[in-house]
């Protein structure tokens, strides 16, 4: 069989509920090179998953936990072969071996093992941007078989958290109380890029005072524009994941940021930004390895110049022969 | 984009056994050694180790054995995966007499890593039990 002819007849399986091809075309999206990109090329006409929502925040707050229950919630409901719900859940791979420990999945035994769920991890890879470079594609193909609802829940701090708004509809962020300087520490980052805040394990102490800090911090102008006035205030919600509490307002505000995104036409616009910004990114990752590559050449030897002026004679000359060879499309 | 990509595993234990220390000190090594481990933990059944085994499109399962149950739940764990549709084969470690290795073989364990395996004979054996994995698309 065709290489062609064994993508169709995965999607075609995929489409009927076959968790293993389904398993196998994201495997596909993971690897990348050709297979990846005829993967693609059939995700053109395909729809998109009706809503992704990321969740993000640091290691030990509860995140998968958390996840669990959401699944829980976006699992109820009319279901068909395929799974109304998926998750990708992302762990850093290891910078020396390229191996990596993908545990996510033990959050998830309640949810895991049910119909209407699909789970599937994902080691970033040494992407440099934070998030598993497949997850674009991975959503595409989730929603090309029918999946309504992907939820992407990603480790760790700075550039990953950041990533997640490249890939989600509605990002929630999840904190523990106590955090106190962490919360500070994120708030270029985090407080910028989430829609929602979940504060968990509030049944410890120092819930109110992190749900204070927090709405201060939105309250001082945090709160983003829709494009026609109607701003969105990201809501501050107190959860304990592990007996449920508070999951259920969760979701709700999480639809409700949803609801919101589609009635001011930002839902569109996330999207249209979200494909410019793959492009881009896509565009920088043809050229990198010729910036490498022009770079290793030079001889410093030949000119006093800055590391700047080097730098723009490197760019000058792969600008120059944009269509040389090892640039065809990934 | 030619980087053969990581190989995946998955890695459970079944049942009511709770010794993960070993499947742990596995994981850590299988990940130095380049794998990406799905580590699925505790209290697994041979059904949800098919479940996830699926969705993660891993190429061997992996699965810990320090109850005794070796003989009952081995080959239970095999036809899980062969009535499923699916040719992974299936590792065990931990605890098993020497005597029970070859009924394991006849029931279709791909191999059996007891006490006292090298951490390089478990890297080999699961590269070569990868091996027999059905290959990627493309």
Redesign the interface.
């Known amino acids: 069989m065709s290489?062609d002819d064994?993508?169709d007849a995965?999607l075609t399986d995929a489409r009927h509920g076959s968790?293993?091809a389904?398993?196998?075309l994201?495997?596909?999206a993971?690897?990348?090179?050709?297979?990846a990109s005829?993967l693609d090329r059939r995700m053109l006409d395909a729809p998109p998953p009706l809503w992704t929502v990321g969740i993000v925040g640091a290691p030990g707050v509860g995140k998968s936990t958390l996840t669990a229950r959401l699944v829980a919630a976006a699992a109820d409901g009319p279901t068909g072969p395929v799974p109304r719900v998926a998750v990708i859940a992302v762990d850093p791979?290891?910078p020396?071996?390229?191996?990596?420990?993908?545990?996510d999945?033990?959050r998830m035994?309640g949810v895991?093992?049910r119909p209407e769920v699909?789970?599937?991890?994902m080691?970033h890879?040494g992407d440099d941007g934070g998030l598993a470079r497949a997850v674009p594609i991975a959503i595409r193909v989730l929603g090309s078989v029918g999946v309504a609802t992907v939820i992407v829940e990603t480790v760790g701090v700075g550039q990953i958290e950041l990533e997640i708004i490249h890939v989600a509809d509605t990002v929630i962020a999840a904190m523990s109380p106590g955090w106190g300087d962490a919360i500070q520490a994120a708030k270029a980052g985090l407080l910028e890029v989430a829609d929602l805040f979940a504060v968990n394990k509030a049944d410890r102490p120092g819930v109110a005072d992190a749900v204070r800090d927090l709405e201060q911090m939105l309250d001082a102008g945090l709160a983003r524009g829709s494009g026609d006035g109607r701003a969105w205030r990201p809501p501050v919600l107190p959860t304990v994941a592990t007996d449920g509490t508070g999951i259920d307002g969760l979701w709700s505000a999480a639809e409700a940021h949803r609801e919101w995104l589609v009635a001011t036409g930002g839902l569109q616009r996330v999207r249209d930004e979200r494909i410019r910004h793959e492009i881009g990114r896509r565009a920088k990752d043809l050229l990198a390895g010729r910036i490498d590559a022009r770079t290793a050449e030079l001889d410093l030897a030949t000119a006093r110049q800055t590391p700047g002026q080097w730098a723009a004679l490197v760019a000058a000359d792969v600008c120059a022969h944009a269509d040389a060879p090892g640039t065809s499309a990934? | 984009?030619?980087d053969p990509?990581?190989i995946?595993i998955l890695l459970a234990k079944l049942g009511f056994d709770g010794h993960d220390r070993g499947l742990k000190v596995i994981?850590?090594t299988?990940?130095?050694?380049?794998?990406?481990?799905?580590?699925?933990?505790l209290?697994q059944t041979a059904?949800?180790v098919v479940?996830?085994a699926?969705?993660?499109?891993v190429a061997v399962i992996g699965i810990s054995m320090h109850n005794g149950g070796h003989l009952t739940l081995g080959p239970m764990m095999v036809r899980a995966v062969a009535d499923?549709?699916?040719e992974i084969p299936v590792v065990i470690g931990g605890i098993v007499p020497a005597e029970d290795v070859p009924t394991l073989r006849e029931h279709g364990i791909f191999a059996v890593l007891g006490p006292g395996t090298a951490l390089e004979t478990v890297v080999a054996t699961i590269h070569a039990a990868a091996a027999t994995h059905d290959g990627?698309?493309?």
């Open positions: 290489r064994a993508l995965l968790r293993r389904l398993g196998r994201l495997s596909v993971e690897r990348g090179g050709d297979a005829a791979s290891s020396l071996t390229g191996g990596a420990i993908l545990g999945r033990i035994q895991g093992s699909f789970v599937r991890s080691a890879r990934a | 984009m030619s990509p990581p995946r994981a850590r299988l990940r130095d050694a380049g794998f990406e481990v799905i580590y699925l933990g209290r059904g949800s479940i996830a699926e969705q993660e499109d499923a549709g699916l990627m698309v493309g």
